[in-house]
Structure formats: C-alpha cells, structure tokens
C-alpha cells in the first residue's frame, strides 16, 4: 500500500528532514584525508540529538539483515555502494565517499544521501558523481501528479546513459515517513507511463546510484553492498513530496 500522506503529516517529515539537512552539511564540512567514518557518525549523533531528533538508522534492522545496524550513518567507500559501515578506517585522497543518514523526529523519518571525492579526483570519478547529481534532479523534474513511478526511473537511467555510466541493479529508493521503508520501491530504472500514478500525498526516498562499471552488486561480509567488478559508485538521495505543484524536497 502506498501512504497518502496529509499536508500537516508532510510538513512534519520536513521538520525532519531539515534536520537530516543540516547534520549531512555539518558531516561534510568535517570530511577530510585522515578524518576517520567513526568520527563522521559521531558528529552525525550528536547534531541529530542536540536538534531533539533520533539517528534513525541506529538500531535499525534493514529488511533480510541479521543484525541491527550499529551506527548512525552509513558510510560507503569507492565500490562499497551502501550500507558501509563507519570504522576506523581514516580518509584516502581519492576516495569516492558516500554518506546516507536518517532522521526520526516526532514520529517521522526522513532519509538522504551525498557522495563527494576526497583530496584529488579523477575524471572519471568526477563524471561519475557529476551523473549521480544530476540523475536526482532529471528525476526530480518527473515528480508531479499524474506521472507514473517508470518515468523517475527511466529519467535516472537515461541520465546515466548520458554520461556513460550505468544503473547498480537491485538497488531501490522507497516510500518513507512513518516507516523508512514503505512501498513502493522506487525503481532507478524504468519506461515511461509504467508503474503506478503518482499522487499528491506521496513521499519518496529517491535515491539513484550509479556506477562505472557493469552494474552487479554482491553483499560482504559486513553486510555492506560492493560493486561486483570492483568499479566506482556513487549515490545521492532526497525524501520528497509529491505536491500538487510538483516535488517538493524536505530534506535540503
Ligand atoms: N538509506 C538506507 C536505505 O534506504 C537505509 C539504511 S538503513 C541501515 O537503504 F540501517 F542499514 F542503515
Ligand atoms: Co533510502
């Protein structure tokens, strides 16, 4: 079932994304070579909590893991595409690094994702997040009443194709709000006028990531999800409302 969500219930997931906001810029401004992904969660915490929220991923316990998750952010690294974890492991120049965070506040979560280079970059590297950045804001532009869930996706996919870059298969954005993660999946792929309708109410975590390589992923043993090639990923994410005037972002 997809939630039809009220403009006070909206408002309320805005409330917590604007926190998830500004603890994804307060991580940034701090990530640096040699900076170490605990000291990143540790400042991601805190803000959440000072601001009267709850780190929405601690304790949580994403769909088929066997354990909860154990920290605040996740923290992805080069092939790592998701679910990485923040370990003492201190920053490399070159590094493409992903950090995704939620927040509960009141009831609500939100969810949102940045990926950045550190120290000196590539071409490559550079082209693969400038297409991830831009794979959110093409889909973002189909988020409006009456288009179909494929036209994000096919936007996405197609953004990819514009920089020669592909789609990381099996990987999904979601519904969000009373839960982290509601239906439907929002698919990173997809065709233009499939899938269902979308309707003013509904709130999505988009969260396109692609990547250099072929596209297949495998889970290691940290439960984290890698590339299977080895090649580079990138990922950015938004919660978003689907107003009657179009997207509405609630977690900038
Ligand atoms: N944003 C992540 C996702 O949509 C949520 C990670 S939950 C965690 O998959 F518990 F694994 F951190
Ligand atoms: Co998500």
Redesign the pocket.
């Known amino acids: 079932m997809v939630r039809i969500y009220t403009p006070e219930e909206i408002d309320k997931i805005a409330r917590s994304g604007a926190i998830l906001a500004r603890a994804l810029a307060a991580v940034k401004e701090k990530i640096a070579i040699g900076v170490t992904l605990k000291q990143l969660d540790d400042i991601a915490r805190e803000f959440i909590r000072k601001e009267g929220g709850e780190p929405?991923?601690l304790n949580?316990?994403?769909h088929g893991?066997e354990h909860?998750?154990m920290?605040s952010i996740?923290a992805s690294i080069n092939e790592v595409i998701?679910?990485g974890f923040p370990t003492e492991y201190k920053l490399k120049s070159g590094d493409i690094l992903k950090i995704?965070?939620?927040v509960l506040l009141d009831g609500m979560y939100s969810?949102s994702?940045f990926t950045i280079i550190v120290g000196k970059s590539t071409v490559k590297a550079q082209n693969l997040v400038k297409a991830t950045h831009k794979a959110l804001e093409e889909a973002i532009k189909e988020i409006k009443p009456g288009n179909h869930i494929g036209d994000i996706g096919c936007a996405v996919e197609k953004t990819a194709k514009r920089y020669g870059v592909h789609v990381v298969q099996g990987?999904t954005?979601?519904g969000v709000g009373y839960g982290?993660?509601e239906d439907p999946y929002v698919y990173n792929y997809g065709n233009k006028g499939e899938g269902i309708v979308l309707k003013a109410g509904m709130v999505f975590?988009v969260?396109p990531m692609l990547c250099t390589g072929r596209g297949q992923v495998r889970q290691l043993r940290d439960?984290s999800w890698a590339m299977e090639d080895g090649g580079l990923s990138a990922q950015f994410?938004h919660t978003i409302a689907i107003t009657e005037k179009g997207a509405r972002v609630l977690t900038k």
């Open positions: 929405a991923f949580y316990q994403p893991a909860p998750y920290a996740c998701v679910h995704d965070c939620g969810d994702a990987l954005g979601h982290l993660h975590a969260e439960e994410e």
